[in-house]
């Protein structure tokens, strides 16, 4: 709540407040600011006046006598004390609400009796007026509650729009591994082609259902199509002669254990021994006279 206010002329307070100390001043604007609050003048009591200007009531009443005799306040011989200039601003104050209370209540008879004026005298002009423009007024506010109950009618009677949902709910999920998943026929045909034996074929695939097994992320739309990229990945790259003897994953060993295509005579993925043993020899076929 915004509270009163009143002007200061500060250039005035200071001129006029030169001769006082600090601690005078202090108290001569707090007794000024008392008087505005209770619009009336304080009550002349060292008590009163000590938790005015929160003092002692002894000091209370030596700052009471030093305003006094500076001409600040001044008793009114009924028990309190007031400041001139205060009491002006007071009256002045009283007098400007008490005139526009008085044309606010002035005016609004006056316009009263127009209307009345009108409608007895069958004033055409300022009766169809008066009457056109409530009329108006209450078109519009039957129009706004009509146009707020039809807009929460519609928002009520509109159809719920599910064609999110339906595609939501429609759109495919993903799966985990089956445990009894095994690539059919034309997977390990793709794995063929791009492992150097069948036993590479066997250990990627165990690999790859290990990894769907254990792995909390292993849910796939098309598990054929990750098994694809899966051997893709662990493919040896595209321009490696995988049937040359120093190559690492080179077929050196008939395999005893079927792989992905049944076959028991699949060469097997050569050991430790046998890679360094390859590449012992490829380095003496480079280098023939180190020999």
Known sequence: MRGEFYKMEYEAWDEGTDTLSLEQEGAYLRFCHQMYRRKSAVVDDKMVLGRLWKCHPNKASKLRDDLIAAGKIVPTGDGHLTNTRVTQELDTRKTQSTHRSD???????????????ALK???ADEALASSKTNQRREEEKRGDISSETSSLRSAHEQPIDDGGREKASSRKRGTRLPPDWWPDDELKAYARERLPSNRACQEETERFKDWAASSPKAVKLDWAAAYRNWIRNNAPPPDVDMSRPGFVGAITHAD???GPTGARDAPRRPSSDDRLVAGLRTVM???PDEQ
Do not use: H, K, M, V
């Open 256 to 258: 005893p254990r079927p």
């Open 103 to 117: 044309a606010g209540r002035t005016g609004g008879i006056r316009s009263g009796e127009i209307r009345r004026n």
């Open 285 to 287: 076929e480079l280098f």
């Open 121 to 123: 005298n069958n004033d």
